[in-house]
């Protein structure tokens, strides 16, 4: 029998009013727990079903086999932004925040996370805390004053900034990079790096030491909409070490399920807007290649000085109109187009996620082989312990809550 977790919109119910969550309070939610299973606040016990859940998003009786861990992932300051990372700043960092992290520093997101295996599959179940399906990802909106087209900002420059999208991460040793098992994630952040150029952050990924690798699990809510698994990639070092332009972040082979180039200069006015648009489409977060190849889609083919945008077929004047107006405009444009991806055909694919936002909060199912055969995969070996840490953007590019120190024991 499958049921929607019922208990984990119970129990969220009681927890809104909490905050500030630690390990030692960290609350219990999630499916009914048999009382022989047990729980644990770092440990995450894999044993062998007695019959595999089906990979559906919806929560499978057995998973009330699996120990849950329970815990709370909270963002901590990340250092100094050094130079202003939004165009929209013009270079004066006064109108940023300073810690790379605000203003999400100290924001803490319970979760529970249970996992489970069939001999070929690493199955997990990840639930979180999140009131809000986060998806209105830096959208495109009308400046009324200087009649021109801008994005929302990628990173909040305050509380009521935030454009972005709700998001997970994973991240497991490869072999046994240095200091990993006492660090976790921890081990490849690197901060106060030097030179920063326009766009770099001054805190990077990469690893300590030439050939060492982290299996990097991403996963975005708009970006991810179509194709239901994570960005699979990697952490490695880096030549440019100790400098902002090291970033050790790449991802397996595999098609990308997004592009965001979604951004059209006009070449005789010098004017710029969105790339496309799904004329009179209100709350839109997304544009699909479908939408775009069969003409639901239109190319914007020029942008007027007073803003008006061209395409075949008409016009969008949004001169004097609220909808297309910073932060509620209900008709701004998106940034991103989205197609399927791989489907778990390639190695970006392979780590594949079902479920979605159930009004309380994120109930998603992971799966991944246990072994992939890629040298750039973790391999999850029965009878082993691997060290772990995770991570939850709640609307946030960058500003994440994160859980080091975790450990995965594969029975």
Request: hydrophobic fraction near 30%; proline fraction near 5%.
């Amino acid at each position: 029998m499958k049921t929607r977790n019922k208990s984990l919109i119970i129990a969220m119910i009681f927890l809104i009013s909490l905050t500030n969550c630690t390990h030692d309070d960290a609350p219990e939610y999630g499916p009914p727990v048999d009382p022989g299973v047990g729980e644990s606040t770092d440990v995450l016990l894999v044993k062998k079903f007695s019959t595999a859940p089906s990979f559906d998003g919806d929560i499978d009786d057995v998973w009330k086999e699996a120990r849950p861990l329970v815990n709370a992932a909270t963002v901590s300051g990340a250092g100094d932004r050094i130079i202003t990372l939004n165009g929209s700043s013009n270079g004066d960092t006064s109108l940023e925040p300073t810690d790379l992290m605000d203003p999400y520093t100290g924001e803490s997101y319970r979760y529970t996370l249970r996992g489970g295996h069939d001999d070929e599959y690493l199955y997990l179940l990840f639930e979180w805390e999140d009131e809000t399906d986060s998806q209105d990802r830096q959208s495109w909106y009308f400046d009324d004053v200087s009649k021109t087209w801008k994005q929302e900002n990628k990173y909040a420059n305050h509380k009521n900034d935030k454009f972005y999208e709700d998001k997970f991460g994973f991240m497991f040793p490869i072999g046994s990079p240095e200091g990993f098992a006492g660090g976790t994630c921890t081990v490849t952040c690197h901060t106060n790096l030097a030179d920063p150029q326009s766009g770099e952050k001054v805190t990077r990924h990469y690893m300590k030491n030439q050939g060492e690798l982290t299996d990097f699990w991403h996963w975005k809510r708009d970006r991810h909409a179509l194709a239901e698994a994570c960005d699979d990639g990697f952490v490695q070092w880096e030549e440019d070490e100790g400098m902002a332009s090291a970033n050790g972040r790449k991802n397996d082979e595999g098609i990308s399920p997004y592009s965001t180039s979604m951004k059209f200069t006009d070449g005789t006015t010098n004017l710029s807007g969105p790339k496309y648009v799904i004329p009179n489409k209100e709350n839109y977060y997304w544009i699909t290649q479908t939408e775009i190849d069969n003409g639901t889609a239109k190319a914007v083919t020029a942008v007027a000085v007073d803003g008006t945008l061209t395409y075949a077929g008409g016009t969008i004047d949004p001169n004097g109109d609220p909808s297309y107006s910073q932060g509620f405009g209900n008709k701004r444009m998106p940034s991103v187009i989205i197609n399927p991806g791989g489907q778990g055909t390639d190695g970006r694919s392979e780590v594949q996620v079902r479920g979605g936002h159930i009004g309380s909060g994120w109930q998603l199912e992971i799966r991944r082989k246990l072994n992939t055969g890629d040298p750039t995969d973790v391999v999850f070996e029965i009878g082993k312990e691997i060290p772990f840490g995770l991570a939850i953007f709640n609307n946030a590019a960058i500003g994440h809550g994160q859980t080091n120190f975790l450990t995965m024991k594969i029975e």
